[in-house]
């Protein structure tokens, strides 16, 4: 226990606090976790530091163009829209006609097969309104013999060969708790940037979806390949790969994916860019499709196409290009609507290079959201929405904040209200996890043990479930984990160290200053009410010491180990003094962290100021909540002695 004595009308007074390890376990408005392991200190995403590099762009449109007639249904087959061919074409279905050209992975001879590689079929009449067995395809629709429109088109086709495989493995393993699984991944979209971009899908997120948010959710590596490997294999990337075989193929990484696939789920995994794709980008890919559904072949025939050429940057034709994945997507769960399935789809060329494109991926985003929601699709999916990292380029990168949020990508998951109910003690557990240090590890973990669920795990002793690098956010996350033991190496961690400063420090007295300027500026308006607060006594600091490999590093090299860091001279990091105060005349004791701005020597109280200690009937005088706990009513000046500030 911490005790303080204070001293009323000359007689000694304790004051107890809750005990440290206490505190730890509480919520901090100055921090996204504040646990006896780790603390990272909270940003606003509009920070002074870093707001001359935001943009809004949300409101902008960058493609252009006449919407396509051909609408897509599940189970692949096509329609057309009367009304969109009569309004942007002036015409009737009557008056045109469509043929189609199949696009095939390319699977050459074992000896020369590769991820690279596609070929078209033969033309076919298009026939709507009745299923086509072909995955992807070349639509070309004429008037009089003219060319009218030209579409590249995804499909999810019902597979009868998937098919009887799921049927025949779903009878051979059958799980209790058979949820699907969903990510959509944004590439390079950090928490902060996030809430900049995202505001109508934040907004929905949390009016609509209840997300469970993981603030404490640090990458394990540089780019996206070495953070979505832990993910999909619970293994670091030098486990498997380094570059010295980069003619390796993927195939035998024990994806989780194929662990699914064994229980009677339908895989799929979608990623645009192709030239820079997770498993491709200088690698060989995948001699085989990884799974059931792969994008791959329409992503190389879109990348190298006239539409593509002839379309706006980010954009194929009206539509932008994360909005064709999402399409995607769509088709997909129509399609699996009454069927298991396992899905991957990760957006990487919007967002890759350039902090503001962010914005841009809202409007889709939110409305990818709503159909979700409409369809129904969460009510039996365990679905993760989420970033691999944030931005790694530009001159945002080159300011504290901009490197730990780099470190810091945004992640949402959402569960079936009916799961969390029939499992009160993961609902539990995964609510606490919001606020602990947590990995792509973890995630893999969790996918694992989702696989092991049974119906009768609330029974008996509980045995928490890790892998050999994660722990299942169904168990409880320790409150003492450290980067240490989460796995996270030294110049990806972010979490600060607090660390006892003398309360006599010149910047600590300064600091002190400034929260009790703040409390007298919130009373302002009740001064005529309210006596002006002032220091009696600094109780205990605490400075929020960064972590130094995070202010020195510049850039990661690739080599063999894939751990050498290029590092550059230090940056300045703000500050945090955690500060616990006596106020006069009043004998209070606030607790509050003020941010030191070293560089332009300004101080912030941040959030909100906790009183610890009861205030009773030293406020009566006034009536709005908030500011209750700080007013010392104004009282006989003989008086004033006698407040009582426990």
Same mark, same amino acid.
């Given at each position: 226990?911490?005790?303080?004595?204070?001293?009323?009308?000359?007689?000694?007074?304790?004051?107890?606090?809750?005990?440290?390890?206490?505190?730890?376990?509480?919520?901090?408005?100055?921090?996204?976790?504040?646990?006896?392991?780790?603390?990272?200190?909270?940003?606003?995403?509009?920070?002074?530091?870093?707001?001359? *590099? #935001?943009?809004?762009? +949300?409101?902008?449109?960058? !493609?252009?163009? /006449? @919407?396509?007639?051909?609408?897509? $249904?599940?189970? =692949?087959?096509?329609?057309?829209?009367?009304?969109?061919?009569?309004? *942007? #074409?002036?015409?009737? +279905?009557?008056?045109?006609? !469509?043929?189609? /050209? @199949?696009?095939?992975?390319?699977? $050459?001879?074992? =000896?020369?097969?590769?991820?690279?590689?596609?070929?078209?079929?033969?033309?076919?009449?298009?026939?709507?309104?009745?299923?086509?067995?072909?995955?992807?395809?070349?639509?070309?629709?004429?008037?009089?013999?003219?060319?009218?429109?030209?579409?590249?088109?995804?499909?999810?086709?019902?597979?009868?060969?998937?098919?009887?495989?799921?049927?025949?493995?779903?009878?051979?393993?059958?799980?209790?708790?058979?949820?699907?699984?969903?990510?959509?991944?944004?590439?390079?979209?950090?928490?902060?940037?996030?809430?900049?971009?995202?505001?109508?899908?934040?907004?929905?997120?949390?009016?609509?979806?209840?997300?469970?948010?993981?603030?404490?959710?640090?990458?394990?590596?540089?780019?996206?390949?070495?953070?979505?490997?832990?993910?999909?294999?619970?293994?670091?990337?030098?486990?498997?790969?380094?570059?010295?075989?980069?003619?390796?193929?993927?195939?035998?990484?024990?994806?989780?994916?194929?662990?699914?696939?064994?229980?009677?789920?339908?895989?799929?995994?979608?990623?645009?860019?192709?030239?820079?794709?997770?498993?491709?980008?200088?690698?060989?890919?995948?001699?085989?499709?990884?799974?059931?559904?792969?994008?791959?072949?329409?992503?190389?025939?879109?990348?190298?196409?006239?539409?593509?050429?002839?379309?706006?940057?980010?954009?194929?034709?009206?539509?932008?290009?994360?909005?064709?994945?999402?399409?995607?997507?769509?088709?997909?769960?129509?399609?699996?609507?009454?069927?298991?399935?396992?899905?991957?789809?990760?957006?990487?060329?919007?967002?890759?290079?350039?902090?503001?494109?962010?914005?841009?991926?809202?409007?889709?985003?939110?409305?990818?959201?709503?159909?979700?929601?409409?369809?129904?699709?969460?009510?039996?999916?365990?679905?993760?929405?989420?970033?691999?990292?944030?931005?790694?380029?530009?001159?945002?990168?080159?300011?504290?904040?901009?490197?730990?949020?780099?470190?810091?990508?945004?992640?949402?998951?959402?569960?079936?209200?009916?799961?969390?109910?029939?499992?009160?003690?993961?609902?539990?557990?995964?609510?606490?996890?919001?606020?602990?240090?947590?990995?792509?590890?973890?995630?893999?973990?969790?996918?694992?043990?989702?696989?092991?669920?049974?119906?009768?795990?609330?029974?008996?002793?509980?045995?928490?479930?890790?892998?050999?690098?994660?722990?299942?956010?169904?168990?409880?996350?320790?409150?003492?984990?450290?980067?240490?033991?989460?796995?996270?190496?030294?110049?990806?961690?972010?979490?600060?160290?607090?660390?006892?400063?003398?309360?006599?420090?010149?910047?600590?007295?300064?600091?002190?200053?400034?929260?009790?300027?703040?409390?007298?500026?919130?009373?302002?308006?009740?001064?005529?009410?309210?006596?002006?607060?002032?220091?009696?006594?600094?109780?205990?600091?605490?400075?929020?010491?960064?972590?130094?490999?995070?202010?020195?590093?510049?850039?990661?090299?690739?080599?063999?180990?894939?751990?050498?860091?290029?590092?550059?001279?230090?940056?300045?990091?703000?500050?945090?003094?955690?500060?616990?105060?006596?106020?006069?005349?009043?004998?209070?004791?606030?607790?509050?962290?003020?941010?030191?701005?070293?560089?332009?020597?300004?101080?912030?109280?941040?959030?909100?100021?906790?009183?610890?200690?009861?205030?009773?009937?030293?406020?009566?005088?006034?009536?709005?909540?908030?500011?209750?706990?700080?007013?010392?009513?104004?009282?006989?000046?003989?008086?004033?002695?006698?407040?009582?500030?426990?």
């Amino acid at each position: 226990m911490i005790l303080i004595q204070i001293f009323t009308n000359n007689r000694p007074q304790k004051l107890f606090f809750s005990s440290e390890s206490d505190q730890k376990l509480t919520y901090s408005k100055s921090h996204l976790i504040d646990t006896l392991g780790c603390q990272i200190p909270k940003f606003s995403p509009f920070d002074p530091t870093i707001i001359q *590099y #935001y943009t809004n762009v +949300s409101a902008k449109t960058i !493609c252009g163009g /006449k @919407p396509s007639f051909i609408e897509v $249904k599940p189970n =692949a087959h096509l329609e057309i829209n009367e009304s969109i061919l009569k309004k *942007y #074409y002036g015409l009737f +279905s009557t008056n045109i006609s !469509c043929s189609y /050209k @199949p696009i095939v992975r390319d699977p $050459k001879l074992p =000896a020369s097969r590769t991820d690279n590689s596609f070929k078209l079929g033969q033309s076919k009449t298009l026939t709507f309104g009745i299923s086509i067995s072909e995955e992807f395809i070349i639509v070309q629709c004429n008037h009089n013999q003219n060319k009218l429109h030209k579409e590249y088109i995804p499909l999810t086709p019902i597979k009868k060969k998937v098919e009887r495989k799921c049927q025949r493995n779903s009878k051979m393993f059958p799980i209790p708790n058979n949820l699907n699984v969903m990510f959509i991944g944004i590439d390079s979209v950090s928490k902060l940037n996030f809430l900049r971009h995202f505001k109508k899908t934040n907004n929905y997120l949390h009016e609509v979806l209840n997300p469970i948010e993981l603030f404490g959710y640090t990458k394990v590596g540089d780019n996206t390949f070495p953070n979505l490997v832990p993910l999909l294999t619970g293994h670091f990337v030098e486990y498997y790969w380094n570059e010295t075989n980069r003619n390796m193929f993927f195939d035998k990484l024990h994806f989780i994916w194929k662990d699914y696939a064994a229980r009677g789920y339908r895989t799929m995994f979608a990623e645009d860019a192709p030239t820079i794709a997770t498993f491709n980008y200088l690698k060989n890919g995948f001699q085989h499709p990884p799974t059931d559904y792969y994008f791959r072949p329409f992503a190389l025939a879109l990348e190298k196409s006239d539409v593509r050429k002839n379309s706006r940057k980010h954009c194929v034709q009206e539509k932008l290009e994360i909005k064709v994945v999402y399409n995607y997507v769509e088709q997909f769960l129509s399609t699996m609507s009454d069927k298991k399935f396992f899905m991957f789809a990760f957006i990487t060329r919007l967002t890759h290079d350039v902090l503001n494109n962010a914005g841009y991926g809202d409007e889709p985003t939110f409305q990818l959201l709503k159909h979700l929601h409409a369809k129904g699709v969460i009510n039996n999916t365990l679905f993760f929405f989420f970033s691999d990292h944030g931005i790694r380029f530009g001159k945002i990168r080159i300011k504290y904040i901009g490197k730990l949020e780099e470190r810091m990508p945004f992640i949402f998951l959402m569960l079936p209200r009916w799961f969390l109910l029939k499992y009160p003690q993961i609902s539990k557990n995964i609510y606490k996890n919001q606020r602990r240090l947590t990995t792509p590890f973890d995630l893999h973990a969790t996918l694992v043990h989702l696989l092991k669920l049974t119906n009768d795990v609330e029974r008996g002793p509980h045995v928490p479930f890790s892998t050999d690098k994660g722990i299942s956010l169904f168990d409880e996350i320790p409150v003492n984990r450290t980067c240490n033991t989460a796995f996270i190496l030294p110049h990806w961690c972010t979490c600060n160290v607090y660390k006892e400063v003398e309360t006599t420090n010149s910047i600590v007295v300064k600091a002190a200053r400034a929260l009790l300027d703040t409390i007298n500026q919130w009373l302002e308006k009740y001064k005529n009410k309210c006596e002006p607060l002032s220091i009696a006594l600094v109780v205990e600091s605490r400075v929020s010491v960064a972590n130094e490999e995070i202010l020195k590093f510049q850039k990661h090299i690739k080599n063999v180990n894939n751990r050498d860091m290029k590092h550059d001279d230090k940056v300045s990091a703000p500050e945090d003094y955690l500060l616990t105060v006596m106020t006069y005349p009043n004998k209070a004791i606030f607790e509050s962290t003020v941010r030191y701005y070293r560089e332009k020597n300004d101080f912030k109280v941040l959030n909100d100021v906790s009183r610890l200690d009861k205030y009773e009937n030293q406020s009566k005088c006034i009536n709005i909540a908030r500011l209750r706990k700080f007013c010392a009513c104004k009282r006989r000046k003989n008086h004033i002695d006698s407040f009582i500030g426990y």
